[in-house]
């Protein structure tokens, strides 16, 4: 039989055939190389026989004895019970398997004999009258626990796959490793393995199963962790060496900069000073800009961007704005405008629903260079919008837009150039994700809020208690307060038993003391009539606003001191997390109420139940990432998270910065891959293609 290799497929291994191997599938295991990186999702350590007497309920543990009984019992409903009794000179425990399959009981019975030496592992109950139990053991008969392959070591526990016993997983995996012996190739540079003190791959992989104690399988993860990373940052910064083309460097002049800074009610806090410094050293180069700003709701990003636009236009430059909705653009428009109400700026809002002259005039402007400052929804990336001179443009909450389309804005440049590029999220992305999910930016991060901001408190009540909460409000805004009512539809839906926003509109005007005068605004509204009530609710003349998720971004309304969310089990923590942020904004104390039925689902009571112990959105993102996991957060595809092997993007994060930093060294003195002591990862990529590993293809 010809050796196999790490491509060999895995049917045509000894032991495995076509059945199996379309079981080992659903585990993504296809040849010998997916073998070696399926990494067990938890060892058991059973390195010591314990004795029976010694034996505690809830532990696992191994046990070695004697056979002393068998038998088969019988209930009343046909249930059916195989057990073993075991002693060691210390006492006595049973092994039970519940079953009504009669070939299974048939085979424990002809593999048990009394008499015979076993060793048993698994989790201890203990029943009444004290009697031990391990159920569904794992078991076999040695006469020395040298001889096991279930016992006296670390034991790796594999994902579980109907079929295939884990004892099966292991074995093959140790039978492949044997065959493989001496023929397993390096994949990171030596000179890099010895400076972070990585394992070879071989050996990183043998550890990674069959480790000798738990340091050991640590850093066998973190060296194949750091294998993964590696080649993924050499793909994306490789590719954004390629694709970046050249910018155009803009200096600080502080013609219109300095004069902003005079005009802002508050000074920089020390992140924006950080993030602003960041920003200038960036623009200042001929590679252009790519950055990503992250900030919590209230950290003052938009501040951050705006004075990054001065700085393009303050050196003759024209800089753009793209929202993912309507709305959102229109907050920017009318919060950017205040900011610069004394400043000789000239802005121009473009959206898709604009009237045909209000276009024409709009377009008119971006391409003869009077405007300076342009922001718009998708409709700046459409062909017939042609700037001046385009020097610098920032993308608000990238995750709403894809790779196409951030990459048409980067083509609207000066005479082929590639403008300066921020991408600004308000959605708290914990950092590993943010680094995968943009491999090619950098990250800047406004970890601090601006002083003077009040503390929100946030509680959680039940519908029971409605009545006592809009008392309550109602109270609140006749003292000069402003509320957000905030619910999920905007209308009633028989299926879904939420409170639709015009129903909820409808049913708080009934109740409302006289005098108090609420809006209503949701996205199915004309532009005009929702830049009407907005403007009508920031200059007091409401004093309750019902709103669905149109305000969960943009919207900056100092009063504005109470939310309600109605049906708050239905949203996402990051939706929750971004609607809390519409308060806050002043130097009162705010308040957040999310109210619920009293009966919702365990996952959304652990939702509400994080989402009030904390206002730190990059805690609720680390808790979500860690309940729901990547793909399910921000969607595999949509946004390239990588399918990889063995990173947890929850746990590695020092391997991810330190990978990242590695291959940005490698790429800078060697683009090309051509130096000797990088020809193995040359050599790796070309396998990677080959397996169509999701980022190299990419």
Not at 138 to 159: H, K, T, W
Not at 233 to 250: A, D, H, Q, S
Not at 333 to 339: A, E, R, S
Not at 653 to 662: C, G, K, P, T, W
């Amino acid at each position: 039989m010809p050796k196999i290799g790490l491509e060999t497929d895995i049917q045509y291994v000894k032991g495995v055939g076509p059945k199996r191997a379309r079981q080992l599938a659903r585990l993504g295991v296809k040849t010998v190389y997916d073998l070696l990186y399926l990494p067990p999702r938890k060892y058991l350590d059973r390195r010591d026989v314990t004795p029976i007497r010694n034996l505690r309920h809830g532990h696992e543990a191994v046990v070695m004895g004697e056979v002393l009984t068998k038998g088969i019992d019988r209930s009343r409903r046909g249930d059916k019970w195989f057990k073993v009794v075991i002693g060691d000179g210390t006492g006595w425990l049973e092994l039970v398997w519940k079953t009504t399959n009669e070939g299974f009981l048939s085979g424990l019975d002809k593999v048990f004999r009394k008499g015979d030496r076993v060793i048993v592992s698994g989790k201890v109950i203990i029943v009444r009258g004290g009697i031990k139990q391990i159920w569904f053991p794992e078991y076999e008969m040695v006469d020395d626990i040298s001889q096991s392959n279930i016992a006296g070591r670390i034991i790796p526990v594999y994902p579980a796959t109907e079929g295939l016993k884990p004892r099966y997983i292991r074995k093959l995996v140790r039978y492949v490793l044997t065959e493989l012996e001496g023929r397993i190739p390096e994949t990171i540079p030596g000179y890099i393995r010895k400076k972070r003190g990585l394992y070879s791959r071989e050996v990183a992989i043998r550890r990674l199963h069959f480790p000798n104690d738990m340091d050991e399988a640590r850093k066998a993860h973190l060296t194949l962790a750091y294998e993964e990373l590696l080649y993924f940052f050499i793909v994306v910064l490789g590719r954004r060496m390629r694709t970046m083309g050249k910018g155009v460097p803009i200096v600080l002049n502080g013609k219109l900069t300095e004069k902003f800074i005079e005009e802002l009610p508050f000074e920089f806090t020390d992140a924006q000073q950080r993030v602003i410094s960041e920003i200038e050293d960036d623009m200042a180069r001929s590679v252009p800009m790519h950055r990503l700003l992250q900030g919590d709701v209230g950290s003052g990003k938009t501040v951050v961007a705006l004075y990054a636009m001065l700085m393009a236009a303050e050196n003759g430059f024209q800089a753009a704005l793209m929202a993912p909705t309507e709305i959102l653009a229109e907050q920017h428009f009318i919060v950017i405008g205040d900011f610069l109400k004394n400043l000789p700026i000239r802005m121009r809002l473009l959206t898709g629903h604009m009237r045909k002259k209000e276009r024409e005039a709009a377009l008119y402007e971006i391409s003869n260079g009077e405007a300076d400052i342009v922001v718009g929804t998708h409709a700046i990336i459409q062909e017939d919008v042609r700037f001046h001179k385009l020097a610098f443009a920032v993308v608000d909450e990238q995750h709403k837009f894809g790779v196409v389309q951030r990459a048409k804005l980067l083509e609207k440049g000066i005479d082929g150039t590639v403008p300066h590029f921020l991408v600004m999220t308000a959605t708290p992305i914990p950092r590993t994700l943010a680094m995968t999910i943009y491999g090619d930016l950098d990250v800047s991060v406004l970890d601090e809020k601006p002083p003077g901001r009040g503390k929100i408190v946030t509680k959680h009540r039940t519908e029971e208690k409605r009545a006592d909460i809009y008392r309550w409000l109602f109270e609140r805004v006749q003292d000069g307060d402003q509320a957000y009512v905030v619910a999920p539809l905007i209308e009633k839906s028989e299926k879904l038993e939420v409170r639709a926003v015009e129903e909820l509109f409808e049913e708080l005007k009934s109740m409302a003391p006289e005098g108090v005068k609420i809006g209503l605004i949701h996205g199915r509204m004309k532009k005009d009539e929702r830049q009407f009530v907005m403007q009508a609710f920031r200059d007091g003349q409401f004093h309750i606003l019902v709103a669905t998720t149109v305000i969960e971004v943009g919207i900056d309304v100092k009063n504005a001191t109470i939310m309600v969310i109605e049906h708050a089990e239905r949203f996402g923590l990051a939706q929750l997390h971004q609607l809390r942020g519409r308060i806050g904004r002043g130097e009162k104390t705010s308040y957040c109420i999310v109210v619920t039925p009293k009966n919702i689902s365990e996952d959304a009571r652990k939702r509400i139940r994080a989402f009030v112990s904390t206002t730190d959105g990059f805690k609720l993102a680390e808790y979500d990432l860690q309940i729901r996991g990547p793909g399910e957060l921000y969607g595999t595809r949509q946004h390239g998270i990588p399918d990889f092997r063995i990173v947890d993007l929850v746990k590695d994060q020092f391997v991810m910065s330190i990978a990242r930093q590695d291959a940005r060294d490698i790429l800078r003195v060697d683009p090309r891959l051509q130096k000797p002591q990088h020809q193995i990862i040359r050599k790796h990529f070309r396998i990677l293609k080959e397996k169509e590993v999701s980022y190299v293809v990419a």
